[in-house]
């Protein structure tokens, strides 16, 4: 049973900086990909940012590239998300998934297993 549990959120002023912690277990990841993905208020749950845990290929919202790094400790099965100059607009829940199967990074239906969610709100 695989099992996805983020740690992180909180409230930062505009400009501020966030890190998100996504710990796994019941798996080795070593052939998942990893993702955050947010959905903010009257939203649809939108992706964020995607890791493929072999090799470490990365890949980013426009709308956080330059902003946003996604990186894993595999000592730990562990996935971070390190947000930097946040913005009013990335306040939202976010949310870690995994998915072994392959299809497009961005597609939140590819994702099998999900977080719970951790609550990221950035104040103007």
């Known amino acids: 049973q695989v099992q996805l549990v983020e740690s992180g959120g909180g409230l930062v002023q505009a400009g501020g900086s966030l890190r998100l912690s996504c710990a796994a277990s019941?798996?080795?990841?070593?052939?998942?990909?990893m993702a955050w993905f947010r959905q903010a208020p009257g939203k649809e749950r939108e992706f964020v940012t995607a890791?493929?845990?072999?090799?470490?290929?990365?890949y980013y919202a426009d709308s956080v590239k330059g902003r946003f790094t996604i990186s894993r400790d595999n000592a730990k099965n562990t996935v971070y998300l390190q947000m930097n100059s946040l913005k009013p607009e990335d306040t939202a829940v976010y949310f870690c998934?995994?998915?072994?199967?392959?299809?497009?990074?961005?597609?939140?239906?590819?994702?099998?297993?999900w977080g719970q969610g951790t609550q990221v709100t950035v104040s103007p």
């Open positions: 998934a995994a998915r072994q199967r392959g299809g497009s990074y961005w597609y939140r239906g590819s994702y099998d297993y």
């Open positions: 019941g798996r080795t990841f070593s052939t998942y990909t």
């Open positions: 890791l493929r845990w072999s090799g470490g290929s990365t």
